[in-house]
């Protein structure tokens, strides 16, 4: 495993991807895991969600993480980004980002060919969330769990899943709070959990309900959430 | 296989006759180049608009890479009756992005077609295929040390220069009117035949990308907002790189200050003192550089002027900020500024700001780097303001008179602050015509503020067509209602065409309100 590691690295060395995308701040890096859950992926956080529990969910996930990346408006980013969508399809490249970097992120995915298997949009404020999720055929299940998880947790929570057979949605879920400490950034870590696992052809739903109580520094806003690659 | 039983189909065309035309499309273009699975499909589901995207999910999207296969891509098309959408790089943000204009519709996606095939550094002309970005265009300008420079629209370098042509966008140097600096186009009609407008169908002609007009009727416009053909080539003129570029701004503090900041610029345009598009942003538009919303608040609703002025204040920003420049010559530059400045110290009102003032103003430095033909993505910045993924553009033409510029933005702001939405706007000076460009940005997560945001934008419509305005551009959702503005005549002669130019539908049907 540390030989296709270190391979998968030098490959992006290469594409000048291993340590900054676009002068990013490298903002955590994840050390490899026993067991390796799906692709290796590159992590896309930014508006805080570095900080955030989505990072942590990813690791819990198994996945191995290769770098993470903070989006920024610079062109280097959107040359290297799409330099590595073009160029490792083998990678999967997982976000929690802001509305504009999404925007531009699913641009490059449509340009470069990408597949895409997931793509919410979440908003979270004063102990409530809304997560309105738009998932491919692979990324099935992942809703519901993610539903289920947060109706779990007590959050109080709108989630709303759409996939493209359907014109209507189909799950929609509920959740009215019960316990006012509820696990502030729960949805996040499980969001990242839930796309890395994704990878992996199984979630490990005990490892899920077992995500620590605060992952991460609680968010506020808007964000995004996608998955890409193969 | 089983992927594609899951597929959206398009409307009136069974699933056997899908499974063959998508057959018939493996052949023409290789399995690769044909996408059918969930998760080829959804990059192009990405919508802004007010409705779910399961509403603009395609059936399929096909890549092609040479004219050849694009006729046959008409020619199966043709056979099954399969409607395609066509897209060049496929970023019309704001007005459908890279959705069709229906469920169903297969997508034609030029982005492969993207050879460069030739620029001329001397007629400072180029002839491009769809899937050019402005990007390609200019590494390779740079690359060939040719002293050229592009007109970008504002998410400049993944966009092309084509698509954005095509849908009649604008841009920032003085060569902002695409299609008026564009000369000569191929296309792919439904009958399979390859149309070279004007001296494109002379044999042995060197003037195609010289001369718009060749002989007869122009055909050019016809091509542009519509669903006649699929233009497989277009020329465009570009311009010769200046000896000096002197950006500047000018704020103005009060809203009202619109009214004679038009009057003043207008003559400047219109004698080409200033030859380029001067942009009059509004503080949100300004502020959305740098500025989210819930920095100052998490109301919901339209934004209080307190806090506007509060951000103005802050941030000092304007209630409008004039961006243009001067191009030419050290002398006439030297010269257009000495006038510029008068006419601003005349005017009584307004602070000039030039680049070494400025300095790192990120707001200053975007519109700078627009006004040069800078590559760009600034102008994503906007939605992060409300954040929640809904962005449509709201663009109605006015005259370039100050009262007209005053009383369209007061209509607008009372109709989107009515629905709870903020006026982020602002108006390019094209000499005699103003574009008004308003973002109307909402939150997608809340199924009642999409409903919302789609009667406001209807709202809009009808309001404006009411004081005889009209947009000149708009997304997928709102094509039949900004038809109908245009009155029944220019619709029915629309549809005469599309009946003679493409009479089984095939193309785009619903592009601009027209179908057969």
């Known amino acids: 495993m540390e030989i296709e590691r270190r391979s998968v690295l030098g490959g992006l060395a290469a594409l000048g991807l291993a340590g900054a995308v676009g002068r990013p701040d490298k903002v955590a890096a994840a050390s490899p895991k026993a067991v390796v859950n799906g692709a290796p992926a590159v992590v896309l956080v930014g508006s805080g969600a570095e900080h955030s529990g989505f990072l942590h969910g990813i690791e819990a996930a198994g996945s191995e993480i290769l770098d993470v990346i903070r989006p920024d408006f610079g062109l280097g980013f959107l040359q290297q980004a799409g330099q590595m969508l073009r160029e490792r399809p083998d990678l999967r490249l997982?976000?929690?980002?802001?509305?504009?970097?999404?925007?531009?992120?699913?641009?490059?995915?449509?340009a470069t060919g990408a597949r895409q298997q997931w793509l919410a949009n979440h908003?979270?404020?004063?102990?409530?969330?809304?997560?309105?999720?738009?998932?491919?055929?692979?990324?099935?299940?992942?809703?519901?769990?993610?539903?289920?998880?947060?109706?779990?947790?007590?959050?109080?929570?709108?989630?709303?899943?759409?996939?493209?057979?359907?014109?209507?949605?189909?799950?929609?879920?509920?959740?009215?709070?019960?316990?006012?400490?509820?696990?502030?950034?729960?949805?996040?870590a499980a969001t990242g959990f839930l796309l890395a696992s994704r990878g992996g052809g199984h979630v490990d739903d005990e490892r899920l309900g077992a995500l620590p109580a605060a992952s991460g520094r609680g968010l506020s806003g808007h964000f995004v959430s996608l998955s890409l690659g193969n | 296989m089983a992927q594609?039983?899951?597929?959206?189909?398009?409307?009136?065309?069974?699933?056997?006759?899908?499974?063959?035309?998508?057959?018939?499309?493996?052949?023409?273009?290789?399995?690769?180049?044909?996408?059918?699975?969930?998760?080829?499909?959804?990059?192009?589901?990405?919508?802004?608009?007010?409705?779910?995207?399961?509403?603009?999910?395609?059936?399929?999207?096909?890549?092609?890479?040479?004219?050849?296969?694009?006729?046959?891509?008409?020619?199966?098309?043709?056979?099954?009756?399969?409607?395609?959408?066509?897209?060049?790089?496929?970023?019309?943000?704001?007005?459908?992005?890279?959705?069709?204009?229906?469920?169903?519709?297969?997508?034609?996606?030029?982005?492969?077609?993207?050879?460069?095939?030739?620029?001329?550094?001397?007629?400072?002309?180029?002839?491009?295929?769809?899937?050019?970005?402005?990007?390609q265009l200019v590494d390779y300008l740079r690359e060939h040390k040719y002293a050229l420079w592009v007109d970008p629209p504002a998410p400049s370098a993944i966009a092309g220069p084509v698509g954005n042509t095509l849908d009649r966008g604008v841009g920032y140097t003085p060569y902002s009117e695409h299609f008026m600096f564009s000369c000569g186009m191929e296309v792919v009609l439904a009958n399979g035949e390859v149309l070279r407008t004007a001296m494109g169908g002379v044999?042995?002609?060197?003037?195609?990308?010289v001369f718009k007009w060749g002989y007869g009727p122009y055909l050019d416009g016809i091509f542009t907002q519509s669903n006649y053909g699929v233009v497989t080539k277009l020329g465009i003129w570009l311009m010769p790189?200046?000896?000096?570029?002197?950006?500047?701004?000018?704020?103005?503090?009060?809203?009202?200050?619109?009214?004679?900041?038009?009057?003043?610029?207008?003559?400047?345009?219109?004698?080409?003192?200033?030859?380029?598009?001067?942009?009059?942003?509004?503080?949100?538009?300004?502020?959305?550089?740098?500025?989210r919303r819930s920095d100052y608040t998490t109301e919901p609703g339209a934004t209080p002027q307190a806090v506007i002025d509060k951000i103005r204040k802050e941030h000092g920003i304007g209630a409008w900020t004039a961006y243009a420049a001067l191009y030419g010559s050290k002398e006439q530059v030297a010269v257009n500024w000495d006038i510029v400045t008068r006419a601003v110290k005349q005017s009584g009102v307004g602070q000039i700001v030039t680049e070494e003032e400025a300095g790192d103003?990120?707001?200053?430095?975007?519109?700078?780097?627009?006004?040069?033909?800078?590559?760009?993505?600034?102008?994503?910045?906007?939605?992060?303001?409300?954040?929640?993924?809904?962005?449509?553009?709201?663009?109605?033409?006015?005259?370039?008179?100050?009262?007209?510029?005053?009383?369209?933005?007061?209509l607008a702001t009372?109709?989107?602050?009515?629905?709870?939405?903020?006026?982020?706007?602002?108006?390019?000076?094209?000499?005699?015509?103003?574009?008004?460009?308003?973002?109307?940005?909402?939150?997608?997560?809340?199924?009642?503020?999409?409903?919302?945001?789609?009667?406001?934008?209807?709202?809009?419509?009808?309001?404006?067509?009411?004081?005889?305005?009209?947009?000149?551009?708009?997304?997928?959702?709102?094509?039949?209602?900004?038809?109908?503005?245009?009155?029944?005549?220019?619709?029915?002669?629309?549809?005469?065409?599309?009946?003679?130019?493409?009479?089984?539908?095939?193309?785009?049907?619903?592009?601009s309100g027209i179908r057969i």
Request: contains cysteine; proline residues 5%.
């Open chain 2, 361 to 410: 103003d990120p707001a200053f430095r975007y519109r700078a780097d627009l006004m040069r033909g800078n590559m760009t993505i600034t102008e994503f910045g906007l939605y992060n303001w409300r954040g929640g993924g809904g962005s449509m553009w709201f663009a109605p033409v006015a005259q370039a008179r100050g009262s007209e510029t005053l009383k369209q933005m007061k």
């Open chain 2, 241 to 291: 790189a200046p000896e000096m570029f002197k950006p500047f701004a000018i704020k103005y503090e009060r809203d009202e200050d619109i009214e004679q900041l038009v009057e003043m610029f207008r003559p400047l345009s219109i004698s080409g003192v200033i030859p380029n598009g001067v942009v009059l942003v509004g503080t949100l538009y300004e502020a959305s550089a740098t500025v």
């Open chain 2, 203 to 209: 044999e042995g002609s060197n003037t195609w990308q």
């Open chain 2, 4 to 135: 594609e039983q899951k597929t959206v189909l398009p409307e009136k065309v069974s699933r056997q006759q899908f499974d063959r035309a998508a057959d018939e499309f493996r052949r023409l273009l290789g399995a690769e180049n044909v996408l059918v699975q969930e998760q080829q499909l959804m990059p192009y589901m990405k919508v802004m608009m007010p409705k779910p995207e399961t509403e603009f999910a395609p059936s399929a999207a096909l890549t092609a890479t040479t004219v050849e296969q694009v006729q046959g891509i008409v020619k199966i098309c043709g056979k099954y009756k399969i409607p395609i959408w066509t897209v060049s790089t496929g970023q019309n943000l704001g007005y459908g992005t890279a959705a069709p204009h229906h469920r169903g519709q297969v997508i034609l996606d030029l982005k492969k077609m993207n050879k460069i095939i030739d620029v001329d550094p001397d007629l400072c002309t180029a002839l491009l295929e769809p899937g050019v970005t402005y990007q």
């Open chain 1, 123 to 188: 908003w979270v404020g004063d102990g409530r969330s809304r997560h309105v999720i738009l998932s491919a055929d692979l990324a099935e299940g992942c809703a519901s769990r993610l539903g289920r998880h947060l109706a779990a947790c007590g959050g109080d929570f709108d989630l709303l899943e759409r996939s493209p057979p359907g014109q209507e949605p189909h799950l929609r879920i509920t959740g009215s709070a019960r316990d006012s400490a509820m696990k502030r950034d729960n949805w996040a």
């Open chain 1, 94 to 110: 997982l976000g929690l980002v802001d509305d504009a970097s999404a925007a531009v992120i699913i641009g490059l995915a449509r």
């Open chain 2, 414 to 511: 009372q109709i989107l602050n009515k629905y709870g939405f903020d006026y982020v706007g602002e108006f390019i000076v094209g000499q005699r015509a103003l574009h008004h460009i308003v973002d109307v940005l909402f939150d997608r997560t809340i199924e009642e503020e999409m409903k919302r945001a789609h009667d406001c934008f209807a709202e809009l419509l009808r309001a404006f067509a009411a004081e005889g305005y009209a947009v000149y551009r708009v997304n997928n959702v709102y094509m039949d209602q900004v038809a109908e503005v245009y009155g029944p005549v220019q619709r029915n002669v629309n549809q005469t065409l599309k009946r003679a130019l493409d009479p089984q539908g095939i193309f785009a049907p619903g592009k």
